[in-house]
C-alpha cells in the first residue's frame, strides 16, 4: 500500500509542477511572441510534430503497446527484454525515417494547416517547422521509455521530465525575447537568427526531456541493444489490436485540422483571434479536468474492469456514479467561475510583453465558452471507461466519430455566419455543443451495457452543485462588474479579481454545499481541514 501511496503521490507532485512550469511557459511565449500571426505561425509549426507522432505511436502507447510489454514481461523466459530491445529498435527506425520524410515535406504539411496566409507567414511559419519536426523522433522515443518505465513501476522521471522541457523552453523564449524584441512578434521584421534561437531552442527541449527518460531506463536496468530480428517484435498484432484506436486518432485529428484551418483564416482577417487564441484558451480549459478528473479516471478504470470480470455489474453502477460526483463536486464551480472570470484569468497571465492586452481579453473571452464545456467534456471521459471496462475500443471510436462530425458541421457553420473576431469563439461552444451530444448518446449506450449508470441519483448530485455554486457565480459577477466600472482591466485588477470573485467564489460555493449536504464537497473538505489541522 506504502508503495502505492508513494507512486500516487510521486505523480501528483510531477503533474502539479508540471502543469504550473507548463503556465509559464505559455506565459513566456505569448509575452515573446505574441497572440497574433507570429503567435499562431509558431503554434502551428509546433503542433505538427504532435500530430504526426500521435499518428504513428501516441494513439497506441497506452491501449496496446503497454499491455504487450507487460505481457512478455510476464511469460519470455528473459523477462521481456530481448521484446524491449524490439520494439525500441523498431520505434527508432520508424521515428528517425518518419522525422527525415517530414522534414522534406514542411511545406506541402504547413500548407494541410493554414488557410489564406500570406507568403511572408507561410515561409516563417515552414522555416520553424524544419527546425521543430525532428522532435517527433525525440518524443517518441522518449514516450517508448516512459511507457517501459511505468511497466517497471518507475514513474518519478515520466512525471518530472517535462519540467524539465518546461524550464529549457522558458529559458530559450526569455532569450529570444531579449534577443527579438518587438520584432520578435513580427512576421515581417523577425530575423533568421531569431528564427533559429526559437526553432532550435525548442526542441532542444525535448531532447533534454528524452535524454532524461533515457537515462532513468538505463538506471532501470533496461539496456539499448538493437535488435533487427523485427518479426519477432509482434508489429503486425500490435498493429492489428490498435485498429481502432488508430481511427479514432484519425477521426479526431481530421475534426482538429478543420478547426486549425478555420482558425488560421480567422486570425489573418482578425489578428489575436487565431490559432493562439484557440489553443491557450483550451490548455487552460484542460487545467482543472488535468488536476480534478484524471486522477480519478486512471483509478476508476482498473476497478471497474475488475468488476466486470467478476460479473458484479452493480459494482461498476456504483464506482462510475461515486467518481462522477466526486470529480463534479469540483469541476462544476471551476466551469461556472471560468465562465464568470475568464478574461481576469488570461489578462494576468497573457497581458505581457509583446502581446496586446486586448488579445489577452479576447483569449479569455474563448476560455468563458470553454468553460461551458468543462463539465460535459469530463464526463464524456468518465464515461469512455465503462466502456473500455468492458474491453470495448469500438463503440468510443463510433461516438467519437459522431462527436467529430457535429463539432466540424457547428465549425464550418461558425466560419460562415459569424465576423472574423467571433470565429474562435465559435469553434469553441462548437466543441461543447459536441461534447453534449456525445455525453448524452455515450450515457444512454453505456448504460445499456452496464444495465443502468444511477442516472438519477447523478443528476439529482448534479443539480444540487449547480445550485450551490449559483451564489459563487453571483458574487463572482458582482466582483467584475465592481473592478470593472472603478478601472479597467489590467494585470493587478486582474489579480484581485481572482482573488476575491475566484477565490471567495469557492470558498462561498463549498460553504454551501456543505450546508445542502453534498457529500462528496464534504468529504474533500473534511479532508483539506485534516490536513491542515495536523
Known amino acids: 500500500m506504502s508503495r502505492v501511496l508513494r507512486a500516487s503521490a510521486i505523480m501528483a507532485a510531477g503533474t502539479m509542477v508540471s502543469r504550473v512550469t507548463g503556465f509559464v511557459r505559455s506565459a513566456v511565449l505569448v509575452a515573446a511572441l505574441g497572440s497574433a500571426q507570429m503567435g499562431d505561425a509558431y503554434t502551428v509549426a509546433n503542433m505538427i510534430p504532435f500530430i504526426l507522432f500521435d499518428y504513428l505511436l501516441g494513439g497506441v502507447l497506452s491501449s496496446v503497446v503497454v499491455p504487450s510489454i507487460v505481457r512478455r514481461q510476464k511469460t519470455d523466459p528473459d523477462g521481456g527484454r530481448a521484446y524491449e530491445q524490439r520494439l525500441m529498435t523498431a520505434g527508432v527506425l520508424g521515428l528517425v525515417a518518419l522525422t527525415v520524410i517530414a522534414v522534406l515535406l514542411a511545406r506541402p504539411l504547413i500548407g494541410l494547416y493554414t488557410h489564406d496566409w500570406g507568403q511572408e507567414r507561410i ?26 518505465l511505468n511497466t517497471r513501476d518507475r514513474f518519478a522521471a515520466p512525471m518530472w521530465a517535462p519540467v524539465l522541457n518546461n524550464i529549457v523552453m522558458i529559458a530559450v523564449l526569455a532569450l529570444y525575447y531579449v534577443k527579438a524584441g518587438p520584432a520578435g512578434a513580427d512576421v515581417t521584421a523577425v530575423s533568421g537568427s531569431d528564427l533559429t534561437v526559437l526553432g532550435l531552442g525548442t526542441t532542444l527541449g525535448i531532447v533534454a526531456q528524452c535524454l532524461v527518460l533515457m537515462i532513468s531506463l538505463h538506471r532501470a536496468g ?23 484506436t488508430f481511427l479514432y486518432v484519425t477521426i479526431t485529428q481530421l475534426g482538429f485540422l478543420v478547426t486549425t484551418n478555420i482558425a488560421s483564416a480567422a486570425g489573418d482577417k482578425a489578428p489575436g483571434a487565431g490559432n493562439t487564441a484557440y489553443s491557450q484558451a483550451f490548455q487552460l480549459f484542460q487545467l482543472p479536468y488535468g488536476i480534478i478528473a484524471v486522477s480519478v479516471i486512471t483509478a476508476m478504470l482498473p476497478r471497474m474492469s475488475r468488476s466486470v470480470a467478476e460479473g458484479d455489474l452493480t459494482s461498476v453502477r456504483d464506482e462510475f456514479a461515486s ?11 471551476a466551469g461556472v467561475l471560468l465562465m464568470v472570470l475568464g478574461p481576469a484569468v488570461t489578462v494576468l497571465i497573457y497581458s505581457w510583453g509583446n502581446n496586446d492586452p486586448a488579445n489577452a481579453l479576447y483569449i479569455g473571452s474563448v476560455l468563458q465558452v470553454f468553460g461551458l464545456a468543462l463539465v460535459p467534456f469530463s464526463l464524456f471521459q468518465l464515461l469512455l471507461r465503462v466502456f473500455y471496462a468492458f474491453g470495448d475500443t469500438r463503440t468510443p471510436v463510433l461516438i467519437g466519430a459522431g462527436n467529430t462530425a457535429v463539432s466540424i458541421a457547428l465549425s464550418f457553420l461558425a466560419a460562415a455566419v459569424l ?11 462548437a466543441l461543447t455543443v459536441s461534447y453534449v451530444a456525445g455525453t448524452a448518446v455515450a450515457w444512454r449506450l453505456a448504460a445499456r451495457r452496464a444495465g443502468g449508470l ?13 445550485i450551490a455554486a449559483l451564489p459563487a457565480a453571483a458574487l463572482a ?10 478601472a479597467d482591466l489590467t494585470p493587478f485588477n486582474a489579480a484581485i479579481m481572482l482573488a476575491a ?6 470558498v462561498l460555493y463549498l460553504a454551501f454545499a456543505q450546508r445542502m449536504r453534498i457529500p462528496e464537497v464534504g468529504s474533500i473538505v473534511g479532508m483539506v481541514a485534516g490536513r491542515v489541522g495536523r
Open 123 to 148: 515561409e516563417v511559419t515552414v522555416t520553424l517547422a524544419r527546425y521543430l519536426l525532428p522532435q517527433v523522433a525525440f518524443v517518441g522515443v522518449g514516450a517508448l521509455a516512459g511507457a517501459i
Open 477 to 486: 459577477l458582482g466582483v467584475l462588474w465592481i473592478t470593472r466600472e472603478l
Open 222 to 244: 533496461f539496456r539499448l541493444v538493437p535488435r533487427f530480428d523485427l518479426r519477432q517484435a509482434g508489429l503486425g498484432e500490435m498493429a492489428k489490436a490498435g485498429s481502432w
Open 419 to 429: 465576423p472574423p473576431r467571433y470565429v474562435v469563439m465559435g469553434l469553441a461552444f
Open 454 to 466: 444511477n442516472g438519477r441519483v447523478v443528476a439529482a448530485g448534479l443539480s444540487r452543485m449547480y
Open 323 to 333: 467518481g462522477v460526483r466526486l470529480v463534479a463536486s469540483l469541476l462544476v464551480p
Open 501 to 506: 470573485g475566484g477565490g471567495l467564489g469557492m
